[in-house]
C-alpha cells in the first residue's frame, strides 16, 4: 500500500524523501516496481471494463447483488464485495425510480364551482371558455410542476407556469399571466378538474376532472418544449 502511494507521486516529489516518510527502503521500492503483478491486480483492468459495461447495459438500474448475477450470466464471475469497491471506484450509481406524483387531489372540504360547461368544450369565439390542467416534469434535480391553460376555440396555450412545488400560487401565477396577455372580457369561463390547488384559486372549477381530448399529451409536449 505505501508502495502504491510513492509510485502515485513520484512524479511530483523525489523518491527517498518518501521512503524516509513512510518507513520503507529505496531499494525495497525498486524490487516493488519490477515484481510482477499479481493475478488479482491483472484482472482489475478488466473487471472495471465488465462492470462498467454491464452498469451501461442494465441501464444504471442494478444494484451489486442483481448486478453479479447479471454478469455471472454473462460468464463473468465476480465477489459483490468486488462489485462494490468497483462500482466506487468508477464513480457508478444506481439510479433511482421517482415515485409517482399526484397532481389531483379530489379529497378536500374546499367549495366546488358549478360546471358552467356541463361537458360541452366548443367554443365560438376566442377568450370564452379557458380549460387548465397541471403536470410534472422529471429532472435531475427532482419533479418540476408545470401549470397551463389553453383557450377551448383556439387550443392556443394562453398561459403557463412552472414551479419545484405544486400550489396555489403556481396556478394562480398561470392564470395571471394568461389573463394579462389576453385580456379576456368579462363572462370568461375558468375551467379545471376538482383537485384542491386549483380551487384554491377562487376561480371557476368543474366538478369532473378535464378529459383527456380537451388538455391532451400533444398539449403538454408543447407546454414541455417551452418549458425547456
Request: with cysteine.
Amino acid at each position: 500500500m505505501r508502495y502504491g502511494v510513492i509510485e502515485q507521486m513520484r512524479q511530483d516529489y523525489p523518491v527517498p524523501p518518501m521512503c524516509r516518510l513512510l518507513g520503507v527502503s529505496v531499494s525495497g521500492y525498486y524490487a516493488w516496481r519490477t515484481r510482477p503483478l499479481s493475478l488479482r491486480a491483472q484482472q482489475e483492468p478488466r473487471l472495471e471494463a465488465e462492470v462498467l459495461a454491464a452498469n451501461q447495459r442494465t441501464r444504471e438500474s442494478f444494484g451489486p447483488e442483481r448486478l453479479q448475477r447479471h454478469l455471472g450470466e454473462q460468464g463473468v464471475h465476480i465477489g459483490v464485495h468486488r462489485i462494490k469497491r468497483l462500482r466506487k471506484k468508477l464513480g457508478l450509481r444506481c439510479r433511482q425510480k421517482r415515485k409517482f406524483k399526484a397532481t389531483t387531489n379530489s379529497r378536500h372540504e374546499l367549495p366546488v364551482a358549478p360546471n358552467l360547461l356541463n361537458q360541452d368544450f366548443a367554443a365560438s369565439a376566442p377568450n370564452q371558455a379557458w380549460c387548465g390542467d397541471i403536470t410534472y416534469i422529471a429532472t435531475d434535480e427532482g419533479w418540476l410542476y408545470l401549470a397551463g391553460l389553453k383557450d377551448l376555440f383556439s387550443g392556443e396555450l394562453v398561459g403557463y407556469a412552472m414551479s419545484e412545488r405544486m400550489t396555489k400560487q403556481l396556478v394562480m401565477q398561470a392564470l395571471f399571466r394568461a389573463v394579462t396577455s389576453q385580456r379576456p372580457p368579462a363572462g370568461l369561463i375558468h375551467h379545471t378538474d376538482h383537485g384542491s390547488p386549483i380551487l384554491r384559486t377562487r376561480v371557476s372549477a368543474a366538478r369532473r376532472p378535464v378529459p383527456h381530448a380537451d388538455f391532451n399529451e400533444s398539449t403538454w409536449k408543447l407546454l414541455r418544449q417551452r418549458a425547456d
